[in-house]
């Protein structure tokens, strides 16, 4: 007699467990649909207390790192007196405890659990950041009548993965480039076409309120601040160039600086571990509010991480960045528009306007290329020209933000 041992690879086990809460999300809403039939006949119509009326507007954040990009929302939301519900996948999200009179928190679960309840969530408008609705685990409810994706920075709508915002009913734009990629995307899908609304990035206005009102350092510095923050994964810069271009950094003699992506200390443990045993005496940070560090520092070292308008765009500071040549964008929705149109993702257009590239040879003279960089008048002029395009809407994103949501939410219920 043998015994076979069955192996379900984790891809496979995740698209099983999509199936599944798809099936049950089925079983549930009709088993509902049934039992509200059933009470409906017993009361005679009459409204229940356990009614489960739908939430006017919901906010789904999937982790507490998002919290900068729905605060400014939230607030302007309190300011009105307007009931929102605010739902995250993480246990400590700051606002869990900030005390909001008419924003409602709730942890929902980290995961599947998370995607679980959301599949049967009953509102009128979900806002949310998040990309691959209806994709992977998170499911379209039946009973949510809108879903609205707001972007949490001024770079590319196509450079989610695969169909990141197809199923979406509205998108709130901060550039034209994101207005034009999601309109080649539906045209060449031939999927229902959004409500595209420019309304902008509230926490990019919180962040330049927060520089107009920070303190200016009382005297000049011994030496200049790099800051190196990368994205995570094949395509960033510290799995690209790691210790060669410490190295030549740290020979600069200025004081290095770096941050790696929250999910680096996760997906890339063991890269992250091995740099950090190497270069004991360089900090890495890891605060949970970037603004310090970003303000502190001199010039900015990354990849495509969108990190990179921050710093150009609000604190008007130089960059310098991966080359993409090679970037791989075959996941990404980036792929099909260049492969219909021929246009590249804006991100890698504006880059040489607003920077530097990174090669092999400019790792042999660092210290040199940063300090051309530093004063280049040419990059800021880019950058003065990436914010006008890039960044609609200065100053006023959350107003406009929260103005849309109410105007939608009485047109739905008209």
């Known amino acids: 007699m043998h015994n076979f041992l069955l192996y379900i690879d984790p891809g496979t086990g995740s698209m099983l467990f999509t199936i599944l809460i798809g099936i049950l999300g089925v079983i549930v809403y009709f088993a509902r649909s049934v039992f509200m039939k059933i009470k409906f006949l017993v009361t005679g119509g009459k409204k229940t207390k356990d009614s489960g009326e739908k939430k006017n507007f919901v906010i789904y954040s999937d982790h507490k790192r998002y919290w900068s990009i729905f605060k400014p929302i939230c607030d302007e939301f309190e300011a009105r007196g307007v009931k929102v519900d605010y739902l995250t996948a993480s246990p400590d999200d700051p606002v869990l405890t900030h005390g909001y009179k008419h924003i409602t928190p ?132 510290l799995t690209k160039y790691g210790s060669r271009m410490i190295d030549a950094l740290v020979k600069t003699g200025y004081e290095i600086v770096i941050r790696p992506h929250p999910q680096s200390f996760t997906a890339e443990k063991e890269m992250i571990d091995e740099l950090m045993a190497k270069y004991p005496d360089i900090e890495w940070n890891r605060d949970n509010d970037n603004f310090d560090v970003l303000m502190r520092s001199d010039i900015l070292i990354s990849d495509f991480s969108g990190v990179i308008f921050e710093y150009a765009l609000i604190f008007d500071k130089p960059v310098m960045y991966a080359a993409n040549s090679d970037f791989d964008l075959s996941a990404y929705d980036a792929y099909w528009i260049d492969k219909w149109t021929g246009k590249k993702p804006w991100t890698f257009t504006i880059l040489p306007r607003i920077g530097m590239e990174i090669t092999e040879e400019s790792l042999d003279d660092m210290k040199e290329t940063i300090d051309r960089c530093i004063t280049s008048s040419e990059y800021r002029e880019g950058r003065d020209s990436a914010r006008e395009a890039g960044w609609k809407c200065r100053g006023t994103a959350a107003k406009d933000t929260v103005d849309y949501l109410i105007d939608r939410h009485l047109k739905l219920n008209k």
């Open 106 to 237: 709730e942890f929902i679960g980290e995961g599947n659990k998370g995607f679980s309840k959301l599949n049967l969530l009953k509102a009128d408008i979900v806002l949310s950041t998040t990309p691959s609705l209806d994709v992977f685990q998170w499911k379209r409810s039946k009973d949510v009548k809108f879903y609205v994706h707001t972007f949490h920075s001024p770079g590319n709508a196509s450079m989610y993965r695969m169909f990141g915002l197809d199923y979406y009913d509205a998108v709130l734009l901060s550039g034209e480039h994101q207005e034009e990629q999601i309109k080649i995307l539906e045209a060449n899908r031939d999927i229902k076409k959004k409500e595209l609304v420019y309304a902008g990035l509230p926490y990019m206005d919180v962040l330049t309120q927060r520089l107009k009102e920070a303190a200016k350092p009382s005297e000049e510095k011994d030496k200049k601040t790099v800051l190196i923050a990368p994205s995570w994964g094949s395509n960033g810069i």
